[in-house]
T-cell receptor
Framework: DQQVKQNSPSLSVQEGRISILNCDYTNSMFDYFLWYKKYPAEGPTFLIS?????DKNEDGRFTVFLNKSAKHLSLHIVPSQPGDSAVYFC????????????FGPGTRLSVLP | KAGVTQTPRYLIKTRGQQVTLSCSPI?????VSWYQQTPGQGLQFLFE???????NKGNFPGRFSGRQFSNSRSEMNVSTLELGDSALYLCASFSTGTMNTEAFFGQGTRLTVV
């Protein structure tokens, strides 16, 4: 049973436009959410996180929105750049589960020049 | 500040053998977690260590084990290798031992079992 879902395996966006990556979760115990970017043959790179006490967190071109009632979060990248092309993973954790992140299956973002 | 270092980067082993992978966390980080990434299963949590103690364990068979040393370096061991163990093994370190902090990943060890 997948506790963290990313229903879009891939997404293509034109350079300069907004990229919106979505993530849904089922476990209501999750209270901390993160987004990671991954290039082939490299480890995931942390992008941005959000605690369940917030509904938005912004860092430069990256904004994460959290809708607790819908158990949904999204990552907005504005403006999208070709270097953003990578696989994006959503991850979630709960205080009671320690540093155990549950990852989604990932969404491959392609930013077209 | 050096990042998370994993060795070796690539490894080829035969079924039935055992393997040990190493991870050196970021200096000052005391918490280390291990993940397995496969095309079919994505990133799956193996175990987490903090101050030389296993604090959390994922749903993997007992063939997968790990440990952490006093300098926070960690190793994971897989015994009696199976073809399905072929994967990218990722180590992550954390800035504190408390909850809700981001993980910094190494580049991983690509294990191929033939």
């Amino acid at each position: 049973d997948q506790q963290v879902k990313q229903n879009s395996p891939s997404l293509s966006v034109q350079e300069g436009r907004i990229s919106i990556l979505n993530c849904d979760y089922t476990n209501s115990m999750f209270d901390y959410f993160l987004w990671y970017k991954k290039y082939p043959a490299e480890g995931p790179t942390f992008l941005i996180s959000i605690s369940s006490i917030k509904d938005k967190n912004e860092d430069g071109r990256f904004t994460v929105f959290l809708n607790k009632s819908a158990k949904h979060l999204s990552l907005h990248i504005v403006p999208s750049q070709p270097g953003d092309s990578a696989v994006y993973f959503c991850a979630a954790s709960a205080r009671n589960y320690g540093q155990n992140f549950v990852f989604g299956p990932g969404t491959r973002l392609s930013v077209l020049p | 500040k050096a990042g998370v270092t994993q060795t070796p980067r690539y490894l080829i082993k035969t079924r039935g053998q055992q393997v040990t992978l190493s991870c050196s966390p970021i200096s000052g980080h005391r918490s280390v977690s291990w993940y397995q990434q496969t095309p079919g299963q994505g990133l799956q949590f193996l175990f987490e260590y903090f101050s030389e103690t296993q604090r959390n364990k994922g749903n993997f068979p007992g063939r997968f084990s790990g440990r952490q040393f006093s300098n926070s370096r960690s190793e994971m061991n897989v015994s009696t290798l199976e073809l399905g163990d072929s994967a990218l093994y990722l180590c992550a370190s954390f800035s504190t031992g408390t909850m809700n902090t981001e993980a910094f990943f190494g580049q991983g060890t690509r294990l191929t079992v033939v």
